[in-house]
């Protein structure tokens, strides 16, 4: 039985928490962090989740089976590594492409980002899927 407190507080520390997620998986490539890491405080944030709401609602807010998550993020880490080889470059060699926003802007987006996202989605896919099992057991 979960308390008042905790799914009030749970509310706000759940948005933090996947914020900061994103925060380390777009950082990570340059700096401390990554998909890993990022994966990491996702998956801590449904498990905040699911002690607070329950399994079944956490699934419901999820609206995609674990699973299914890591193996999409297992595609798009090999589709990143697949891009390289059909540029004529080894294999998970990272490309980076310009990206023109407004007159003056450029977003430099590279595989490496496209990797790190995959590796995101298989942290995360694989926690909720041990977390999920672990909490329908009891």
Do not use: C
Request: charged share 10%; aromatic share 10%.
């Amino acid at each position: 039985m979960t308390t008042l407190i905790l799914r009030t507080t749970a509310r706000l520390l759940i948005t933090l928490l996947l914020l900061f997620s994103i925060f380390l998986l777009l950082r990570g490539h340059d700096n401390p962090g990554g998909g890993f890491t990022g994966g990491l405080v996702a998956a801590a944030a449904w498990t905040l989740y699911t002690i607070a709401y329950g399994t079944k609602l956490s699934r419901h807010a999820l609206r995609v089976n674990p699973r299914s998550l890591t193996a999409a993020g297992l595609a798009t880490g090999l589709s990143s590594g697949l891009v390289s080889s059909f540029a004529a470059q080894p294999l998970f060699t990272g490309l980076w492409f310009e990206l023109r926003i407004g007159s003056r802007d450029i977003l430099h987006l590279g595989t490496p980002l496209l990797f790190d996202i995959g590796v995101y989605m298989v942290v995360l896919g694989t926690a909720l899927t041990i977390i999920f099992a672990f909490e329908e057991e009891q």
